[in-house]
């Protein structure tokens, strides 16, 4: 099982990008996903989560109310949608699976399991 994500690029501020997530399972659809981002000399912090079916969505305060994630189950497909971005989104992106279908109050790196390589995402004012 692999997540490849994508989508990553160097933008101006105010821009937005959309983050793609594949996974090569056919199990996709039974767990739920996330989106970390990691800056350079910063630990790995939470973005975003969204249940098994999409039902459900949490975001990090930082990113409330101008990303978005969202997925299609039947291509093995997460995204996030990054709009007004600043400087302070500048990070290696990773798109993460969690060990289980639902979401939690507060996710952390522990709660997934299976990880993509990440894609960068700079941002400039």
């Known amino acids: 099982v692999q997540l490849q994500a994508s989508g990553g690029g160097s933008v101006q501020s105010g821009d937005s990008l959309r983050l793609s997530c594949a996974a090569s399972?056919?199990?996709?659809?039974?767990?739920?996903m996330g989106w970390f981002r990691q800056a350079p000399g910063k630990d790995r912090e939470f973005v975003a989560a969204?249940?098994?079916?999409?039902?459900?969505?949490t975001y990090a305060i930082p990113v409330q109310g101008r990303f978005t994630i969202s997925r299609i189950n039947a291509e093995n497909m997460l995204y996030l949608q990054m709009n007004n971005l600043t400087p302070e989104d500048t990070a290696v992106y990773y798109c993460?699976?969690?060990?289980?279908?639902?979401?939690?109050?507060?996710?952390?790196?522990?709660?997934?399991?299976?990880w993509g390589q990440g894609t960068q995402v700079t941002v400039s004012s």
């Open positions: 969204i249940s098994w079916n999409g039902g459900g969505t």
């Open positions: 399972s056919a199990t996709f659809g039974a767990y739920a």
């Open positions: 993460a699976r969690r060990d289980g279908p639902g979401l939690i109050a507060v996710p952390s790196p522990g709660d997934f399991g299976l």
